[in-house]
């Protein structure tokens, strides 16, 4: 089942069941099985001073495992393209949270990341892929700020949140337990946080509609019209 919260433009958005459950069984286990290093690792000079977290290291043995798993889930799930958009994905990094390393204060991500192979990704949507349960934990709250307000996600291990790159946002303190969670950078083919909303809400309603009406020449029009408004604005 996919669950959708649809807060404010830009879009933040919630997606179920990324991993089945024998990929969140494997991802999990092989994060038992990994050295944990400093979180400092990837934090620009602002994150610096409010990140406290452990993270996998760029030579940790189960990254590139882990790394391969997650893409090949995104690959396949349908709501994540058309949400995102994706035309570079920077590869995933994996962290947790708890006993002394417990929390991220407020921040901004990076809009520009350097991937290893492939040069400078630009970071237009930011992604956790939680990978513990909530009741694992306590605390752990990853809050994103915008025009109206803050709001909390904490999702079922295996679930997603996307959110503008450009929010300002923090975990807070895990009190009890530890939070692993998968997090990326995506660089969409609409740079615009408001034109990539706007062909979300329309892609829906071509589902929907199609799903009531089939084929009818006003849906086969209207999908005319949501690609050539891509056509218009994504880069590739």
Not at 105 to 115: I, P, S, V
Not at 149 to 171: C, D, E, R, T
């Amino acid at each position: 089942m996919t669950v959708f919260l649809r807060i404010t433009a830009p879009m933040l958005l919630t997606i179920d069941d990324i991993l089945t459950p024998e990929e969140l069984a494997k991802a999990r286990d092989l994060l038992d099985r990994s050295l944990w290093a400093s979180g400092q690792i990837t934090a620009g000079t602002q994150a610096a001073r409010a990140k406290n977290n452990r993270q996998l290291a760029e030579d940790a043995e189960h990254l590139p495992a882990l790394r391969r798993l997650v893409l090949a889930a995104l690959q396949r799930n349908p709501m994540f393209f058309t949400a995102a958009l994706p035309l570079k994905i920077l590869p995933p990094f994996f962290n947790r949270y708890g006993g002394d390393a417990n929390h991220y204060g407020w921040h901004t991500d990076n809009a520009m990341r350097l991937a290893p192979d492939s040069g400078y990704v630009r970071a237009d949507v930011s992604a956790t892929l939680f990978l513990s349960d909530p009741e694992e934990y306590e605390g752990g709250l990853l809050t994103i700020e915008d025009t109206f307000g803050n709001h909390g996600v904490k999702l079922k291990a295996g679930s997603m949140v996307l959110y503008p790159s450009s929010s300002i946002h923090q975990v807070t303190a895990v009190t009890r337990g530890q939070r692993s969670a998968c997090f990326m950078f995506i660089e969409s083919m609409v740079r615009d946080p408001g034109q990539r909303r706007l062909l979300f809400d329309m892609d829906m309603a071509l589902l929907d509609l199609r799903a009531r009406l089939g084929e009818a020449d006003s849906v086969v029009r209207l999908t005319g019209a949501y690609h050539n408004l891509l056509r218009r604005w994504a880069s590739s």
